[in-house]
């Protein structure tokens, strides 16, 4: 019986060292730059040391929740920390108002709490969102680990100025239905190519039939862009830069 009972009491200590926490989204504040900016949060139960975090940037008119629930049952099975912050107007996401001083403040306070691998924290982005992503990938080459985007591109001349000022070939994966009216192919393959043109790993998805619609195609997207993101992880500790903005 001693033995027994010794056997629980070391079985109770190993678990305690594993962090739980309930198993549902919550909505929380942070304050950045005297604002509180409101965010969802998804931390999945019996959490091992660090686990990674994915950053969810939502589409036009919806917030942060939108995307957190379509990415849970993922973040369950893979023990991902999900957060879903919302951009000041929801109508899109500006720079610098809503990053990337912003996410990387809220990126920040949940290493602080949660004990994140800093390298591997990533972003993913649908539709506006998506422009969102590609934007602080390429301002913040050295501090995400990759970026997965469905429904977005590059406009222009962005390519070339933003590209340029990549200090990392940051791994990209866009994934865009062949029927989408907002981002056509032409479009999102100009993007790929004129990343890939400067040595970077980005990958084109294109979905057969799919429009620009996300949310009833979310799972599968979510699974590809996982097997996508893991395979990713900073050498070295995550670098931050701040950025001077001209209007």
């Known amino acids: ?3 027994l009972a010794l056997f629980f009491a070391m079985l109770l200590i190993a678990l305690s060292a594993y962090p739980v926490f309930a198993q549902e989204i919550s909505k929380e504040l942070i304050t950045s730059k005297g604002k509180k900016r409101a965010y969802y949060l998804f931390v999945p139960e019996k959490l091992y040391p660090a686990p990674p975090l994915i950053v969810l940037l939502h589409g036009s008119g919806r917030n942060g929740l939108s995307l957190v629930e379509k990415w849970e049952d993922l973040a369950k099975k893979e023990k991902v920390i999900i957060v ?6 929801s109508q899109g996401w500006q720079i610098p108002e809503d990053g990337p001083d912003a996410v990387h403040e809220l990126v920040e306070a949940l290493k602080a709490k ?13 539709s506006a969102g998506a422009g969102q992503a590609l934007y602080l990938s390429l ?20 390519n070339s100025q933003l590209i340029e000022r990549a200090k990392r070939k940051i791994p990209i994966a866009i994934f865009v239905g062949t029927n989408d009216s907002f981002f056509p192919l032409p479009m999102v393959r100009a993007t790929r190519d004129a990343l890939n043109a400067k ?7 294109e979905i057969r039939g799919h429009t620009h ?8 997207i979510n699974r590809s862009a996982w097997e996508f993101l893991k395979r990713y992880e900073l050498t070295g500790e995550p670098l931050y830069q701040e950025h001077q ?3």
Do not use: C
């Open 84 to 89: 879903g912050p919302d951009a000041l107007d």
């Open 213 to 220: 619609w996300y949310y009833d195609r979310a799972p599968e």
């Open 139 to 158: 301002l913040e080459s050295e501090y995400f680990a990759a970026t997965a985007i469905h429904a977005g591109a590059l406009h222009g001349s962005q």
């Open 245 to 247: 903005f001209t209007r």
């Open 199 to 205: 040595g970077f790993n980005s990958e084109l998805t």
């Open 114 to 126: 949660y004990a994140v691998n800093a390298r591997r924290v990533y972003l993913f982005g649908h």
């Open 1 to 3: 019986m001693k033995i």
